[in-house]
Structure formats: C-alpha cells, structure tokens
C-alpha cells in the first residue's frame, strides 16, 4: 500500500513539474543596449563634461586657492595671531587630503552626477521591458550579459526598442560602447 501511494505521489508531481514548465518562458535583453540606443542617452556625455568644466574644475580651484591662502597665513607667524594659526593648522590636513584625492572625489561626483541623469532612463526601459514581457508572455526577463548561451527567439531587444520607438542600427556597435 506505501509503494502504490509513494508511486502515486511521485506522478502527481512529475506531472505538476512538467505543468509548471510549460508555463515558464525566459526572456533576456542587455538594459544597457536599450539605454544606449535612445537619443537621450547622447546628451548626457555632454552634461557630464559641463558638469565637470562648469561645477568640478572651479570647486578644485577654490579648494586649491583657500589652502593656498590659509597655508600663507599659517607661514606668517609674525602677523597671524596663534590662535588663528592653530585654527588653520586643523583645517590644512583637510585641505591636503581632498586636493591629493581629487581625481577619486571627481570620479565618484561624476557617477552620482551620471547615476541622476540616467535613472529616468532606466526607469523608461524597464517600463518597458515589462510591457514587453507581459505581451509576449515572458515570466522571467534575465539580462543578457548573464547569459553564457541564449537562443536568438529570446532576445527582447527589438520589441523593447519598438516599445520605445527607437530605431536599432543595422551595424550596432559591440556590446559594451
């Protein structure tokens, strides 16, 4: 009676496995492709490097000119009193760390400056690929740089960019530019 209701048990879950397959469709695309391909994804190059001309070159200028400044007042013990000088020698150290760190202080500005600008486009082509993956049916939407081998069905690039009514170039440049 254990082997009849064992066999029993193990059929009905073979058959709720094979169920449940046939309800899974995997799809896969490359977020970052779809980014690229909108038109404004290209104006963000150019706002980064205002942002850099216009904001982050003049911050590194002042921040050189105040240690200049304050290092000058700090050298003139004849005129500068103590306890100014000791309230400058507090803030010299600060000033020599973020003018030796400045190249990873831009660094990091520049990708909270790109993170901003980008996460609307982000926000649109998940939207999207949601769309996409509802329509099509897909229950599981991977992205494609996961992916060590996918078939060429799955790839929801051109439904996500049709979505989005941009238009793929017939020779896209490598994944990755």
Same mark, same amino acid.
């Given at each position: ?35 690229? +391909? ?6 963000? #190059?150019?706002? +980064? ?68 600008? +980008? ?17 099509? &049916? ?15 069905? #799955? ?20 994944? &990755?530019?």
């Amino acid at each position: 009676m254990k082997k009849i209701l064992s066999v029993i048990a193990i059929v009905g879950l073979l058959s709720f496995s094979v169920t449940t397959n046939a309800q899974t469709k995997i799809g896969y695309i490359s977020v970052d492709n779809v980014i690229g +391909l909108m038109p404004e994804a290209t104006k963000i #190059d150019s706002l +980064l490097e205002r942002y850099q001309a216009d904001t982050l070159n003049p911050e590194y200028a002042s921040l050189v000119q105040r240690y200049q400044f304050d290092d000058s007042l700090y050298r003139d013990s004849v005129k500068t009193p103590k306890a100014v000088r000791d309230e400058i020698a507090k803030k010299l150290p600060s000033y020599i760390y973020q003018i030796q760190n400045w190249q990873q202080i831009v660094n990091q500005a520049l990708e909270a400056k790109q993170n901003e600008l +980008l996460s609307p486009l982000y926000r649109k082509a998940y939207d999207a690929i949601k769309l996409v993956a509802k329509e099509k &049916g897909y229950t599981h939407v991977m992205n494609k740089e996961a992916l060590l081998v996918a078939p060429d069905g #799955d790839d929801m690039l051109k439904a996500v960019a049709a979505k989005l009514k941009i238009t793929i170039p017939t020779n896209p440049p490598p994944a &990755g530019k």
